[in-house]
């Protein structure tokens, strides 16, 4: 049987969190298929590591979302927003992946790239969860946007990928919790705080 699309990025993901460099060879063998079959399946070097990206952000941002729903009531007291509090969970625990940090150190441009690339497949996806995230919270709150949720979305990942890969980008240490500072005023200004 063909490794469906599903197998083969899960198979990537898990090249990527035994820290190890993603090569199709070595991934076509472990799936026992062709290279060729595994560009058919999935596309090639850069869209599979794009996937295999997508499918650990998605994962820590879910596991993020479900701890923040499983505490218990009242544990926020300041009255912060639920998606402020979900995407800098998801911060954190992306800034502390040694996955991720490997990758970085060993392949900075390509990982870039492909990372924050708004056509590509990490990004617009990215931007989709903290939409619906953004999106929950306007809806629970009964808040008025000043700009379409999509749009803040996108501002939002820009910005945490300038903060997040700023030691990449323009040589400076990730500061987080300016991140959380700069994030938090940029959406609480645009989509308010629920009524006290």
């Known amino acids: 049987m063909i490794a469906p699309p599903e197998e083969v ?6 090249t990527l969190l035994r ?12 799936l026992g298929i062709s290279r060729v079959t595994l560009f058919r399946r999935v596309g090639n070097r850069d869209a599979i590591l794009g996937e295999a ?11 993020a979302a479900e701890a923040y729903d499983a505490r218990p009531a009242g544990a926020e007291t300041s009255g912060r927003l639920r998606c402020l509090a979900v995407t800098e969970d998801f911060r954190h ?42 999106q929950r919270d306007v809806d ?16 939002v990942v820009r910005l945490g990928e300038s903060f997040l890969y700023s030691d990449v980008m323009v040589s400076r240490a990730p500061d987080l ?6 994030l938090d005023a940029l959406v609480t200004g645009v989509i308010g705080l629920p009524p006290s």
């Open 9 to 14: 990025v899960r198979a990537a993901a898990r």
């Open 19 to 30: 820290e190890e460099r993603l090569d199709t060879s070595t991934l076509a063998a472990e």
């Open 177 to 182: 919790k300016a991140a959380t500072t700069v």
């Open 93 to 134: 625990t992306v800034s502390e992946s040694a996955a991720l940090r490997r990758l970085v150190a060993e392949e900075p441009t390509s990982t870039l790239r492909i990372a924050t690339d708004p056509r590509g497949r990490v990004q617009p996806r990215l931007v989709e969860a903290y939409t619906e995230l953004f």
């Open 53 to 63: 990206l997508w499918a650990l952000a998605e994962r820590t941002l879910r596991t």
């Open 140 to 155: 629970e709150h009964g808040l008025t946007p000043q700009v379409p949720l999509p749009l803040l979305a996108f501002g």
